[in-house]
């Protein structure tokens, strides 16, 4: 049980960001809002990815690809975020 993904420093930070910006999902559907909690998650993510590589320019472009994807940026849902990430 110690692989949880509940474990994980990631998830503890995901569940502090949700918590500290309740006002982000009450009282209004996804519809009214016009974002999803995929689309603030996926952001967060894209955000750090920019502030790792900009702070490691000497990353090669084919590691800064394979880290994109195993964030979940490889499935081709986010490429605006995937261009973010790729130009930092």
């Known amino acids: ?3 949880l993904v509940a474990h994980t ?5 995901l569940i502090e960001y949700l918590a ?3 006002t982000l999902f009450e009282g209004a559907s996804a519809s009214d809002q016009g974002v999803t909690i995929e689309e ?6 894209a ?3 920019m502030a790792v590589f900009s702070q490691n320019p000497d990353i090669e472009q084919d590691t800064r690809f ?7 940026f490889g499935d ?4 605006s975020n995937i261009r973010r990430c790729m130009a930092a």
């Open 1 to 3: 049980m110690k692989n």
């Open 66 to 72: 394979s880290i994109n994807a195993r964030s979940g």
């Open 40 to 45: 603030v998650v996926m952001d967060l993510i």
């Open 47 to 49: 955000t750090q990815l």
């Open 76 to 79: 081709g849902r986010s490429s």
């Open 9 to 13: 420093e990631g998830y503890g930070a």
């Open 20 to 22: 500290s910006n309740l």
